[in-house]
């Protein structure tokens, strides 16, 4: 399979505890973003990766959220000390560069459920 | 800041009718104009986009959509539905000009309902 990968699909945890969920973009993208998705909404932007760098972060990613891109390949993105407010689905896109117009291609998606 | 307003929370339409899912933006600049859809327990699929040049953009399943610049539209329109294009349709964003900004910024979503 050459698309987006994400894992887990599904994450159930309780309040209070870490969480950390991996994207394996398709081969060669060289950029990665992750969104977040709830109920009724479009997906919000969280970051963006350059390879390895990450250039971009929007205001909805707390300090409770980081994200790295060790090696220009896979990423993850770690929630810890997770509230309610978290549960969402977390999805992850890629998309070749340099060109801003390219299309970015979605994964399926893990979707956090915080009791 | 850049929006996307997609006004009808909803749209049915019957088998072999032309549906139209409309989509206003609001972004300084031009734009790069992108339709998703989503299908219950599926990530987004890229349908269409627009970036310049000829303002009807033909995508993929059959949809077109119509770039507006004067009314800052892109109604996404095929001219016949098909039940299976029942989904959540997403019209996206991203300004043009400043190569560092990638991100999308996506309307609240359309779902879709095409009746047999």
């Known amino acids: 399979d050459t698309g987006v990968s994400q894992n887990p699909r599904h994450k159930i945890t309780k309040r209070g505890q870490n969480v950390t969920f991996r994207c394996d973009p398709i081969?060669?993208?060289?950029?990665l973003y992750w969104y977040r998705q709830t109920l009724g909404q479009g997906p919000e932007f969280l970051t963006y990766?350059?390879?390895?760098?990450?250039?971009?972060k929007s205001r909805l990613l707390s300090d409770r959220f980081s994200a790295e891109r060790p090696k220009g390949s896979f990423s993850t993105l770690e929630i810890q000390r997770t509230e309610q407010g978290d549960s969402a689905m977390y999805l992850c896109?890629?998309?070749?560069?340099?060109?801003?117009?390219?299309?970015?291609?979605f994964g399926q998606g893990t979707r956090l459920t915080v009791v | 800041a850049q929006s996307v307003a997609q006004p009808e929370d909803q749209v049915n339409v019957a088998e072999g009718n032309p549906l139209t899912v409309k989509c206003t933006y609001s972004v300084s600049g031009n734009p790069y104009l992108f339709w998703y859809v989503q299908y219950p327990n599926r990530g987004l699929q890229f349908l269409l986009k627009?970036?310049?040049?000829?303002?009807l953009v033909k995508g993929s399943y059959g949809f077109e959509a119509e770039f507006n610049k004067s009314q800052t539209s892109f109604h996404l329109k095929k001219p016949s539905a098909l039940v299976s294009d029942s989904a959540l349709y997403f019209c996206?964003?991203?300004?043009?000009?400043?190569?560092?900004?990638?991100?999308?910024?996506f309307g609240t979503g359309t779902r879709l309902l095409v009746s047999p």
């Open positions: 996206a964003v991203r300004p043009k000009g400043n190569t560092g900004f990638q991100k999308l910024v």
């Open positions: 627009y970036i310049t040049g000829d303002n």
């Open positions: 896109a890629s998309s070749s560069g340099p060109r801003q117009n390219t299309e970015a291609f």
């Open positions: 081969s060669e993208h060289n950029r």
């Open positions: 990766f350059q390879n390895e760098a990450q250039l971009e």
